[in-house]
């Protein structure tokens, strides 16, 4: 898929029999990547069919064990596929202080290497970028230092008019500059503007992932108008008063931020145990936002249909 959000695990700390520990991959343009690895992360990739060296990069928001505890199972998953090459793991120093001991105690026989990017705690950082695809960091309000991810398509290439091209006789050689945004010229010097031979770009694509956060207005200006935010919703606001002591936000005020933010679509997700019934969660958040997806593991969102 060219950009889609796959659902591994939705649920919160407590372990309950209807829903897994928090982890999702973002899949974009044939690469893995994975936000969070709770327990069972490796299974419910088994369950995806998605490929495991296809995965090269991994991201945590905080250390709790709901989002962590998978990673030595996953690392020696990875070695048994025979993977090869190399694994980044982004976190900040203290993960990477916690967790390289632990994996070398439990995957260190790995054939491939494993690398620590340091984020800082206060975000506002690039954690990744190539050459259409930018990641970026966002503090959020949790117990224990987090962050959120902003995924963001770089601007596509604009869309050839190919009988523009064949009119004006522009070479299949000159096709990737023409839309790049660059004129044509032909032999005799005369100058073929751009706009002639393509038409724009479609829009870029983007997604927010917002873990264990209370609720915290200013991070709807960070975000920004994304295409998908996912915005942890353990709580429905009927515990309201359970929310901020711990660290978490309820489905309302998730769907207050996607409406501050300018976000086309919410995700719910990180459900409470104490709930049966996760319908409430988009039942709650369609009151204040229209389009909310109900999260559940094994869920594919797929961006561009969005």
Known sequence: MDFAVHTLGCGSAKPSLRHQPSSTIVEFRNNLFMIDCGEGAQLAMMRKRLKFQRLRHIFLTHLHGDHVLGLPGLVSTLDLHGTGGELTIHTTSEGEKILSPILKAFAGFTDFKINFNILSPSGGETAFEN??????????????????????????????????????????????????????????ATVIPNDRLTSPPSPSLSYAHISDTAYTPRLAEEIGP????????????????????????????AAEIAKASGAK?????????RYSDDGLFRKEAEEIFPNVILNNEGLTTDLTKL
Request: proline share 6%.
């Open 131 to 188: 050459h259409s695809l930018k990641i970026r960091t966002v503090r959020l309000n949790h117990r224990v230092p987090t962050l959120g991810y902003i995924f963001e398509e770089k601007p596509r290439l604009r869309h050839l008019r190919r009988d523009m091209c064949d009119f004006h006789g522009v070479p299949m050689s000159q096709f990737n500059k023409i839309k790049a945004g660059h004129d044509f010229i032909k032999p005799d």
């Open 226 to 253: 994304v295409t998908l935010l996912f915005h942890e919703t353990t709580y429905l606001d009927a515990d309201l008063p359970l929310a901020a002591p711990r660290g978490h936000s309820t489905a309302r005020q």
């Open 265 to 273: 679509w919410l995700l719910t997700g990180h459900y409470s145990s």
